[in-house]
């Protein structure tokens, strides 16, 4: 087993990371005051590729691998602490490759070259006012209308639904079927007629609308369709294995960065005589987050192996290891990268609780991950004892229809 990246993996590396300290951070406070990317921000990001990466380049993307994907994921949550920007990163990442992999050849011709290009937005919508992960209750409907969807019912807290809105694009929606048990995963741009929405106001992540998206029985095209009719709840949820993946990337990236703030500064702030870091108490700390940090971050790369291996390739002979693996990183990432921050607030003391320091950007924009984004703490715990137990043991009927 080589860890080793490779000499093309290395100079990407180097160029996010350019970009990250050259280019996000000298906009990050601005992503969070103003509460939006900045557009040249955007514009380098789309002239580096970085939109929608996995996408083949016969769509606009440029096929990169996972590993590749994971690598920028966590360049840019290192860059841009507010975790605004890693999140609009990484959502079209993960289900740009689902449309590319389960899309009509209309749809990927239609949908992907814009979203490759950062001109319109890609996002994912499944969770719904009542609950985010309780999809056997969930309330959205579509039925089959001649060559149309029609789907009705209410998603929320969902990201980037008025960039969407207001640069174009849409979410991939997970909805029931009105007449059947099974599941249509379809796209639905977020400014169809019968859409409204009603924006919501977050702690942290302040660059990337959260917003409320009803559906008045919005019709869509049939070629809008992903995967098999009824079967959409599998193509879901391999998009999440993606998804979660990027977003353990970023948390990396995050932690790694506070860890790094927090060095620099224990070396040069002195008490009583001498640098902070010659306390042992502090010492004692920086060791044990660099060690959980790098744990996390090998792991981390090991899920993006595996989905190069198997999920990309449409191998699922190894399902339940890489949803193991998957679930594991999105379960410890963020716990780690907000422990990272928040012990590194301590050690800077009063001057760590200002936002002139900038640490508490990362505190609000982690605390999102650990909260629901992608899939809650206690839903990957669900996940990691369903496969270590098996499906009997689950507390609810798994979801039918594929």
Known sequence: MDFRLSPDEEAFQ??????????????????????????????????LGLFAMPVPE??????ATAVQTEIAAEEIGRGDFSMATAVYFLLEAGWGWVLAKFGTEEAKQQILPSVCQGKTF???????????????????????????????GEKSFL??????????????????????????????????????????VNMGRMGISTALLHYDEVHVPEHHLLGAEGRGFGVAMQGFQVARTFVAAACVGAAERAIETGMSYIKERRV???????????????????????????????AAWLIDQYTFRGDHSHRSEVDRV??????TAPQIAFEAVRRVMMWFGASGYTKEVGLERGLRGIMSYMVG?????????????????????LPYAPPAGG
């Not at 005589?273 to 660099?290: H, M, N, R, S, V």
Request: proline share 2%.
């Open 14 to 47: 180097a160029t996010l990371r350019r970009f990250g300290d050259e280019v996000l951070r000298k906009n990050e406070q601005e992503i969070d005051d103003k509460g939006v990317i900045p557009e040249h921000v955007l514009s380098e990001m789309a002239r």
């Open 272 to 302: 009583f005589g001498q640098p902070l870091g010659k306390f042992e108490g502090i010492q004692f700390e920086l060791a044990d987050l660099y060690v959980q940090c790098e744990m996390v971050k090998w792991q981390v790369r090991r």
């Open 122 to 152: 890609l996002g994912i919508a499944t969770t719904e006012p009542g609950g985010g992960s309780d999809l056997a209750n969930m309330r959205t409907r579509s039925w089959r209308a001649g060559k149309e969807f029609v789907v009705d």
């Open 159 to 200: 990201s980037g639904v008025m960039e969407a809105r207001e640069r174009g694009g849409g979410h991939v929606t997970l909805t029931r079927q009105k007449d059947g048990d099974g599941f249509n995963f379809l796209y639905v741009p977020a400014s169809a007629k019968g859409t409204s929405a009603q924006k919501l």
């Open 58 to 63: 016969a769509y606009g993307g440029m096929g």
């Open 326 to 331: 998957v679930a594991s990183v999105k379960l």
């Open 373 to 393: 984004a992608e899939g809650g703490l206690n839903v990957m715990r669900m996940i990691l004892g369903r496969e270590l137990l098996g499906k009997e043991f």
